[in-house]
């Protein structure tokens, strides 16, 4: 079955930085990459997602990057706020089913 | 519209009770998730359903948990005989469509949980 691996397992930046967050998934028939953001407290919240057919998809400070080849995809947010401290989890899915997700990222953005 | 809603949001049981969590995906979702968070921890998978088709129960961790869903819109989730290591918060999600694989929509979207705690 998936395999999802996720990295770091901690991460700290000063505000404005940026902010990278690699996850890796084993089953090459999964094509559906959703990250989510899930404050403390709180429900998961979809911030940003993409289909294997697109390598790149932006929106305003967030990007994900997705290689199929190496089956890995990545979450960049670029000038980072304290707003954006939270946990990060990314998922791998196979036309939407069977959704496995990474262990999550610990976000802290310093002021 | 209405996101969706899990209840209760709190339940606080003694070793051995059952306990049931119900779930109310969003309005014409065929598609709904429950997954089990530990505190601190990640989204594990426990069971899904979609449409009519069986669901998969693959991710269920024992005989003791077990869920419906009537009419293809709320789900229960029951555990019994309830354990200490069963205390989390119980996530439910829903989506529109995976019947096809043509489907527009892909996206989870997640209800607030139900934070079980087994003394």
């Known amino acids: 079955g998936e395999n999802v691996e996720q990295h770091p397992s901690t991460l700290s930046v000063q505000e404005g930085d940026s902010a990278v967050i690699k996850c890796t998934y084993s089953d090459s028939a999964s094509n559906y990459f959703p990250w989510y953001k899930q404050e403390l407290g709180k429900r998961p919240q979809l911030i940003i997602d993409i289909r294997s057919n697109v390598g790149e998809k932006k929106d305003q400070r967030i990007a994900v990057t997705l290689n199929k080849t190496a089956k890995h995809f990545s979450l960049h947010i670029t000038e980072t706020q304290p707003e954006d401290s939270a946990v990060y989890f990314c998922?791998?899915?196979?036309?939407?089913?069977?959704?496995?997700f990474g262990p999550g990222t610990r976000l802290s953005v310093l002021p | 519209g209405a996101g969706v809603s899990q209840s209760p949001s709190n339940k606080v049981t003694e070793k051995g009770k059952d306990v049931e969590l119900r779930c109310d995906p969003i309005s014409g979702h065929t598609a709904l998730y429950w997954y089990r968070q530990s505190l601190g921890q990640g989204l594990e998978f426990l069971i899904y359903f979609q449409g009519n088709s069986a669901p998969d129960k693959s991710g269920l961790p024992s005989d003791r948990f077990s869920a419906e869903r009537t009419g293809g819109s709320v789900s229960t989730l029951t555990i019994q005989r309830t354990q200490q290591e069963d205390s989390a918060v119980y996530l439910c999600?829903?989506?529109?469509?995976?019947?096809?694989?043509?489907?527009?929509?892909?996206?989870?979207?997640f209800g607030p949980g139900t934070r079980l705690t087994v003394t």
């Open positions: 998922a791998a899915s196979y036309y939407g089913q069977n959704f496995v």
């Open positions: 999600a829903s989506s529109l469509d995976i019947s096809g694989r043509r489907a527009l929509r892909y996206e989870q979207y």
